[in-house]
């Protein structure tokens, strides 16, 4: 293992002076670019902030649009009968201060001569509504995101000391537009009923798919076992907006505390439920005096019932203080349907309590990825830690950790030096996706394996001492592969084409 001291600058805003290392605007500076990730902080109102993305990211944006937002619907004459119907303004509801961001965005890339594809404020808001506009035409994309938070109990024994801790995958279909346009906007605003948070996700994104600030993360999963669908006359919240303002408000309930009540606080709020089925899971604090404050998990439709809460009081088969949230349901209508992910961590964790940094990593890492991952990330915020991996040329979770103090994100001027580790690469396949065969690169002399569809059958396994399995003769489609070698398990996901 090996640290490397990366290259660091001191960001300023509100026209104090700095020195001008990367790309810099009136309020807002490049704070990293490093292991496939852009790391930007912008400042000022709502509109300074996205002038400031605009001029940051316009040529990543532009990239993002054109080629991967539009082709999502097929020809240009779906793409522009959506944009009328967002820009009525009939089918969402979304606040005034995110609209006038999305101009900002606008204006700063005409400013930096980025906005090649002529794009104004409704293409940026269609980007950030895009899970939603697709539940509504029946054309879900394929996000399969999980995450695993432990507290209390669950870290007592471990360097954690009872901390909270919450490790999440991203995983998207592959996609070499979204590989290469990944992004962290770190926001410091100043409103005086804001507070400074981040975001982690793809260049043009105003909301939230996995965010925090300095109490609180929240991050957005897939539901997809529920195959209701949002109306056109449903005037939604887009679930990415709700879980922005969730992390960006100071206090949303006013009871004096930030915890995952204030996630419920926004979520409460559409009682007509979401556009789509998601799964939310929120993550506060250990500090909080109920289990029910630090650790909840939101199952939210489009139908009855609209909204269900999991908290650790859920009988959900894993132990001790930790929940685990995959892309099915698991409370609502009391469903406990568990996928090969959720059972793989599941049967994995032992009895829950011998929770440290690493391990809540490692279980994740080794049950519950897959091949798809773009981001792999811890946040622990009584630590000020937050870890994350970045895809690349391989699967996030393989690649290189990133290691970020949440205090010097969320300070105006300081020096930054994100410290990058080594991750052990010790097992992946390819080619991936394979028509054939696949290869194991792995210091195996001999493993069994099996393979799993995604119901959980095996289809097939054996005892092999090459390091090649021929799938010619198994279906197209998404498949697990897990080996065994010694005592050591290990497994991955491949498609079949």
């Known amino acids: 293992m090996r640290n490397f001291i ?29 292991n496939n990730l852009l790391i930007i902080k912008v400042g000022g109102t709502h509109h300074e902030r996205g002038v400031a993305q605009g001029e940051l990211l316009g040529s990543k944006i532009t990239d993002i649009m054109h080629n991967y937002v539009k082709p999502q619907f097929g020809s240009s004459t779906l793409y522009n009968q959506v944009r009328a119907i967002v820009s009525a303004g009939s089918l969402f509801s979304i606040d005034s201060v995110f609209i006038e961001e999305a101009k900002g965005v606008i204006i700063g890339m005409n400013s930096s001569n980025t906005n090649t594809q002529n794009l104004d404020y409704v293409d940026i808001i269609l980007a950030n509504c895009i899970l939603d506009i697709q539940s509504i035409l029946q054309a879900k994309e394929g996000m399969e995101c999980s995450s695993l938070m432990s507290w209390g109990d669950a870290t007592a024994n471990g360097d954690l000391n009872g901390k909270s801790i919450i490790t999440r995958h991203l995983d998207w279909i592959i996609d070499p537009v979204l590989t290469r346009n990944q992004v962290m906007v770190i926001h410091i605003p100043s409103e005086v009923d804001e507070q400074p948070w981040a975001e982690v996700g793809f260049a043009g994104m105003i909301s939230v798919l996995s965010g925090f600030n300095s109490n609180i993360g929240v991050f957005q999963h897939m539901m997809s076992d529920d195959n209701s669908h949002g109306v056109l006359n449903g005037n939604y919240e887009p679930i990415w907006f709700t879980l922005r303002k969730a992390i960006e408000k100071v206090d949303p309930n006013q009871d004096g505390e930030n915890n995952v009540n204030d996630v419920k606080h926004y979520i409460d709020n559409q009682p007509q439920g979401f556009a789509d089925g998601y799964i939310i899971s929120a993550l506060a604090r250990s500090t909080e005096i109920h289990d029910s404050l630090v650790a909840m998990v939101a199952e939210i439709a489009s139908a009855a019932p609209f909204i269900t809460y999991r ?68 946040f622990v915020p009584e630590n000020d830690l937050f870890r994350i991996s970045i895809r690349d040329n391989i699967a996030a979770y393989l690649s290189d950790d990133m290691d970020l103090n949440i205090i010097d994100l969320f300070e105006d001027n300081v020096f930054i030096e994100p410290t990058l580790t080594i991750r052990n690469k010790e097992f992946y396949i390819y080619p991936n996706p394979t028509t054939e065969s696949i ?59």
Not at 325 to 333: G, P, S
């Open 6 to 34: 990366l290259l660091f600058i001191a960001i300023m805003f509100m026209g104090i002076p700095h020195a001008k290392v990367f790309s810099q605007t009136a309020n807002g500076g490049i704070y990293a670019d490093t």
């Open 311 to 378: 908290s650790n009081a859920f009988a959900d088969s894993i132990p001790s203080d930790n929940l685990y949230t995959a892309n099915n349901q698991i409370a609502r209508n009391n469903s406990m349907n568990l996928c090969f992910r959720y059972n793989g961590v599941k049967n994995n964790i032992g009895n829950g309590t011998t929770m440290s940094l690493d391990n809540n990593r490692d279980l994740m890492a080794d049950y519950s990825h897959l091949n798809s991952n773009y981001q792999f990330m811890t």
């Open 439 to 497: 290869n194991i690169d792995a210091d195996y002399e001999s493993y069994l394996y099996q393979i799993i569809d995604n119901s959980g059958r095996i289809i097939q396994q054996g005892n092999l001492h090459s390091k090649t399995i021929n799938v010619e003769n198994i279906a197209n489609g998404l498949y697990h592969l897990i080996v065994f070698n010694e005592d050591k398990m290990q497994n991955t996901s491949f498609i079949k084409r």
